[in-house]
């Protein structure tokens, strides 16, 4: 008994959607369009990457550029983002835009913003070195002439020089390169348009079915309502 209801309930249904045949394909035909439209509507989108090398010497405070160049940008740039690269010196710098020009401009912006903050702690760090050296310097000299003995001296001496000399200035390493970020597939696009039209013109061939079947009580009540 259950499977005879349950073929009928499926003949009735294939026969509702036979009979709106046309209103399916309508809908499924404006899905199709409608998934071309936003395929070839959305303007592309471009992503410009840069790495900054902040030189060979490791800067203690890298993570605090990091952040506050985000916070510098984020405000004219929403969609920048600067990142340390684990376990090297370099800084990782991208942005987003549909503007080929402007994306590539934003990177070399802020690249050229952190190689300068970073070479100012350089030159800090490197005046600082300089002055220690000389401190070295001055106190080995006075060591010298009270023959006591300087070794140690001069080993940290000259462990200070070789870190002066390894000193190199930050620079952007590479970029900024552009490429195109792929955009909504077409093939996606197309399945999905084809679905949601087929499901639309379904829900509507449902729907002018029951109006057709009801719409005379629907007119009953409305009249029963106005006449109290």
Known sequence: MENNTEELNMIDFLKVLIKNKYIIISFLILGIIF??????????????????????TQIENLNRIVIE???????????????AILNSNLINVKNYSSNQDKVSGTVLDAASGIVSDCENILEAKK??????IK????????LMQSGQQIAALKLKEFELQNELENFRSPVIANGPIVSEVKGINVLFSLIIGTVLGVFLGIITAFAKEWWNKNKVLVKIKNNSWVKK
């Open 69 to 83: 160049e985000n916070l510098n940008y984020s405000k004219k740039y929403p969609s920048l983002k600067v990142a």
């Open 35 to 56: 998934a071309i439209a936003i395929t070839f509507l959305t303007p592309k989108t471009y992503v410009a990457e840069a790495v900054v090398d902040i030189g060979a």
């Open 127 to 132: 005046n600082n070195l300089e002055a220690t």
């Open 135 to 142: 401190s070295y310097e001055t106190a080995i000299t006075q």
